[in-house]
């Protein structure tokens, strides 16, 4: 019997999507062995036949994208009650990506930008679309979270595949692990175990005593670089001493830094703070304001910079979001106060 596969997509750009696709062949022989009972993207299945399956019907559900309206949180508990094994697949998905940045912005702001203040926006009053004025046009709108979440943050997950997208080797032994006799025990990150630096080609030309960098430099401001030196080397941020491998160093490979997509090595709780402080470690002054001199020039979006993939599953995240709702709840604490005081008038 073919074992019933599902592929779902949250919020998601639809690389994750087309790193099935790029399966190619391995895709066809793949099929000999599972079947696509759901695949909104590319297959006609709706989601009553989803319900209609018996609970653990489907032997996996890979499920990409960050979670971030309600009807993307029903399809995945519906597909976690169906299966017996879920994916989280892709960046997104493993640690909220980089539809997690939105974390940063409360959820007002977000409207405000989309719905009336962005330069392309043509205002229009104060509408903006919410599921109950949706209903006045018989549509339904999912309701908007205001933060995006990983999947594990919504329903158990058993097992990741990282990367934004996933490369197709990483899929491939991912697929033949899973449908192996001996899988993986719950939990793994089916990628390498090492950091990035262990699978790249330029890592031997990194001196053994170390070293240490003056300046870092954006890509886009290099004219030139070394394809043989270590790029850290050169002062491109990159992020493979704390990323995990698994990739093949494709990016290194194309003349780009790593940006740290496959996530942390096991056991570290936080991918942006080890990577900030890896490459804080690097910076060759003891001088304050030299210091900050070098990350202001090179460093123009730390944020960006180490948070990429992983800003809703961080610690910084959880800071952020527990000082939002303190300072809603005191918001909301003023106003019924005021509004007591004038009631009493
Ligand atoms: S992990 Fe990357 S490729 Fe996949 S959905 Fe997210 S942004 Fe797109
Ligand atoms: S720091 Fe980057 S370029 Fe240097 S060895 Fe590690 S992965 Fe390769």
Known sequence: MKKKVAFYWCASCGGCEEAVVDLAEFLLDALEQIEIVFWPVAMDFKIEDVEQLTDGEIFASFINGAVLLSD???????????????????????????????????????????????PTVQR????????????????ALPEYYGKARPLNQVIE?????????????????????LLSDSPPPRGTVLAGAHSLCSECPLNETKPPEGFKIKQFVRPSQVTHIDPD????????????PVTRSGCNALCIKGHMPCTGCFGPLDGVRDFGAAALSFLASLIDS???????????????DPLGTFYMYSFPG????????????????????EETVEAQTTENQ
């Not at 017996?84 to 930008?113: E, K, M, W």
């Not at 003891?286 to 123009?300: S, T, V, Y």
């Not at 961080?314 to 604490?333: C, D, I």
Request: net charge neutral; aromatic share 6%.
């Open 124 to 139: 229009n009053g104060n509408e903006m679309p919410t599921p109950t004025g949706a209903k006045a046009f018989h549509v």
């Open 314 to 333: 961080s610690l910084l995240n959880e800071v952020l979001q527990k000082g939002r709702q303190k300072a809603r709840a005191w918001r909301e604490r």
């Open 229 to 240: 030196t270590c790029l850290l080397m050169q002062g491109l941020p990159c992020l493979g």
């Open 157 to 177: 997950v058993d097992y990741y595949i990282p990367g934004c997208a996933p490369p197709p080797n990483v899929v491939k032994d991912a697929l033949l692990q």
């Open 72 to 118: 993307q949180e029903e399809v995945v508990r519906l597909l976690r009650r169906k299966s017996q094994v879920v994916v989280a697949f892709g960046s997104c998905s493993h640690q909220g990506g980089v539809p997690g940045l939105i974390n940063t912005h409360d959820r007002q702001d977000v409207f405000d930008y989309y719905y009336h203040n962005g």
């Open 286 to 300: 003891n001088d304050e304001a030299e210091i900050q001199r070098i990350i202001d020039e090179g460093l123009p």
